[in-house]
Every structure is written in structure tokens, then in C-alpha cells.
């Protein structure tokens, strides 16, 4: 071999061993995450967790189940679905609606759905097997809004055709109507202590009354345009209405005293408040689902996943998720910036 071509292999060799030394040093000396620390273990909040595409309409209303174990969605497509909210597994699918399924909602026990629509009626069913248990047919037009009461042993739906009408939930006997709105009502919800109903509509008001008697107690005023939905405060102290004047206002229930008005760039559709009572989410015609915090209004979170307009927005009972539906028939869940551990510097956060 010629000595300069014995000599270039030779410095050939030692750089690449140069190479390799200079690359285990660096991989040695690289920080290891600490897997100890609990926010390692923590996703992210606003983080998307599953995805349900199985309704081939609008969602207009999802609702998680006592235990937090099963979602229900209802849909134009007239169906409401059961699935599970990790796996997205479904699990029964509900076809008794012959038009539009505009509400959901879960017995507080866990064993019964009642779910209402244009087609004028309230349905009860069995969560586990779908099975038609009731049909309430007290109502002269669409049906809007369903709220059971605290106990189960009453349903009350609000309607286009001016009235909420409280009724038995298995039996389909009315106990109770109510005539305080001038026009379409377009949500109604039950007081977590069981004593009073609150309902909204297009006459722009939010009416507070005795849920047994029906004797109205207050009306709120502060809205400009129709109402569109309404949340109780865990411990029923106050109420957050939103709407068509693109707002979410929260007040006191007793006095109608505002405690914080917010302005959105668009209608707000639907409304959460969170089981710790330490947040509110709305969801929004912008296709966005906004979190603040209940007492102040201040930003927590905005989830911008959506790729049309949110119509519905639900936390789950443990407050570690939110699952919201949108326009394009599609159901997001999502992690929640409450009740969870979350990270220094995460809370309030623009997920993008």
C-alpha cells in the first residue's frame, strides 16, 4: 500500500472513533426526564383525548352518565347514541325520535334516558338495553330542553309551544305547567337542591320558580337577544345564561344581581358549569368552547378543535373531561384545566 494512503486511512479511522466518543458523551451526559414527577404523568389541558364520528348530523346535546363511564349524544340524524368516551366503543343506539333529537339527558341513578324532539315528544328509556319505557306527549310543538329532577321521580321539558311542563318520569303523568314565557322556550334546568326550575327562551328572559307550585319567584332581564341555555351552580346560588347577544352572564339566582358579564365573537349555544363549581365552559358558534372561571370570569382555556360550530358542551362528573358536540356531527373529549394536576403556568392557556 502507498504510505499517503496507509496514512489517510489511519486518520480516517481515529476521527470516526472521534465521532463515536463524541456521541456517546452527549447521549450520556442528556438530562433524563424525572417520570417521579406527577405532572410527567399529566396530559396537557385542552388536550383532545377521544373523537366520535358515528352521527351523520348536527350533535345537539351530549350528556355523561352518573358515573362518568358512558357519553350520550343526540343528534338530527334522530338517534341518540351510548359509547364509551375512552374507547369510543358504542354501545346502544336509541332510534325512537321520527324527527330531530334535540335534548339528552341521564336519570340521576344512572338506569334511564329521557330524550326529547321535533317530533313533540319526551322519551324515557333503559340506558342499558334501549328499551322504550314512556312517551310524553303533553306538549303542542317542538321540545326544546329536559332537566329530571334531583331525586328522578320528575322530568321537566320546556317547548315552542311557550310552556315547561313537569310531569311523572315513569308514568308520563303531568303534575305541573308552566305559563311564565311569552314566547318559544328553549331551555329549562332543575336546581341541584331540587327546589326550583329555571327557564329561558326567546322572549329573552330567564325565569326562576318554585318546582312544585310553579309560583315564579324571578325573572332576569339582562339578556338582549333570546336565550339559549342555562347551568345551575353546584350549590344552586346562582345561574349562567347564555344566547344570542353573544354574552355569558352569571348572577344570583335570588336577587338577579349580575356577578360577571362576558362578550363572545359569536352566538353562544350551550352552557356547563363545573361539578367543583369552580368553572364555566360555553359553547360557541366561533367553534370554540371557552373555560373561565365562575367567580371572576377570568380565562382558563379556549378549545379551538372544532372545525364547526360547538352546539353543546358537557363536563364529566369527576370534572377531569368535557366532551362537546358540534355542527358536523362530531363529538370531542377533551381534558379539563379543572379538578386535575395540572402543571405550573398551565391554567389559562390558549390550546391552539
Known amino acids: 500500500m502507498h504510505p499517503q494512503s496507509k496514512r489517510f486511512k489511519v486518520l480516517f479511522l481515529a476521527l470516526?472513533?472521534?465521532?463515536?466518543?463524541?456521541?456517546?458523551?452527549?447521549?450520556?451526559?442528556?438530562?433524563?426526564?424525572?417520570?417521579?414527577?406527577?405532572?410527567?404523568?399529566?396530559?396537557?389541558i385542552g388536550t383532545t383525548l377521544s373523537t366520535y364520528s358515528e352521527h351523520r348530523n348536527a350533535v345537539s346535546a351530549v350528556a355523561w352518565s352518573?358515573?362518568?363511564?358512558?357519553?350520550?349524544?343526540?343528534?338530527?340524524?334522530?338517534?341518540?347514541?351510548?359509547?364509551?368516551?375512552?374507547?369510543?366503543?358504542?354501545?346502544?343506539t336509541y332510534r325512537g325520535h321520527t324527527n330531530w333529537v334535540t335534548a339528552v339527558a341521564w336519570s340521576p341513578n344512572g338506569k334511564y334516558l329521557a330524550s326529547a324532539g321535533y317530533d313533540k315528544t319526551v322519551q324515557v328509556w333503559d340506558a342499558a338495553t334501549g328499551k322504550h319505557l314512556v312517551t310524553y306527549h303533553g306538549h303542542a310543538d317542538t321540545v326544546t330542553s329536559i332537566a329530571w329532577s334531583p331525586d328522578g321521580s320528575h322530568i321537566a321539558s320546556a317547548s315552542f309551544d311557550t310552556t315547561v311542563q313537569v310531569w311523572q318520569s315513569l308514568t308520563g303523568l303531568p303534575d305541573l305547567t308552566y305559563h311564565g314565557h311569552a314566547n318559544?322556550?328553549?331551555?329549562?334546568?332543575?336546581?341541584?337542591?331540587?327546589?326550583?326550575?329555571a327557564s329561558a327562551g326567546l322572549d329573552t328572559t330567564v325565569q326562576v320558580w318554585n318546582a312544585r307550585t310553579g309560583k315564579a319567584l324571578l325573572t332576569y332581564i339582562g339578556h338582549a337577544a333570546s336565550v339559549t341555555a342555562i347551568a345551575w351552580s353546584p350549590d344552586s346560588t346562582h345561574l349562567a345564561s347564555v344566547g344570542f347577544d353573544k354574552s355569558v352572564q352569571v348572577w344570583n339566582a335570588s336577587t338577579g344581581r349580575p356577578l360577571w358579564i362576558y362578550c363572545c365573537q359569536g352566538w353562544v349555544n350551550g352552557i356547563a358549569w363545573s361539578p367543583d363549581g369552580r368553572s364555566i365552559a360555553s359553547a360557541n358558534t366561533s367553534k370554540t368552547v371557552q373555560v373561565r372561571e365562575s367567580t371572576t370570569g377570568t380565562p382558563e382555556l379556549t378549545y379551538h378543535n372544532h372545525r364547526s360550530e360547538v352546539l353543546a358542551v358537557a363536563w364529566s362528573p369527576d370534572g377531569t373531561r368535557l366532551a362537546s358536540g358540534d355542527d358536523d356531527g362530531i363529538?370531542?373529549?377533551?381534558?379539563?384545566?379543572?379538578?386535575?394536576?395540572?402543571?405550573?403556568?398551565?391554567?389559562?392557556q390558549t390550546v391552539l
Open 184 to 197: 318559544w322556550v328553549t331551555a329549562v334546568a332543575w336546581s341541584p337542591d331540587g327546589k326550583e326550575l
Open 16 to 44: 470516526c472513533c472521534l465521532v463515536i466518543l463524541m456521541s456517546f458523551l452527549a447521549v450520556s451526559s442528556r438530562a433524563v426526564p424525572d417520570t417521579s414527577s406527577p405532572s410527567h404523568h399529566t396530559l396537557s
Open 331 to 348: 363529538v370531542r373529549v377533551w381534558q379539563a384545566p379543572v379538578a386535575c394536576p395540572c402543571a405550573p403556568g398551565e391554567t389559562g
Open 66 to 92: 352518573p358515573d362518568g363511564k358512558k357519553l350520550a349524544s343526540a343528534s338530527y340524524d334522530k338517534t341518540v347514541q351510548i359509547w364509551d368516551p375512552v374507547t369510543g366503543h358504542r354501545f346502544t
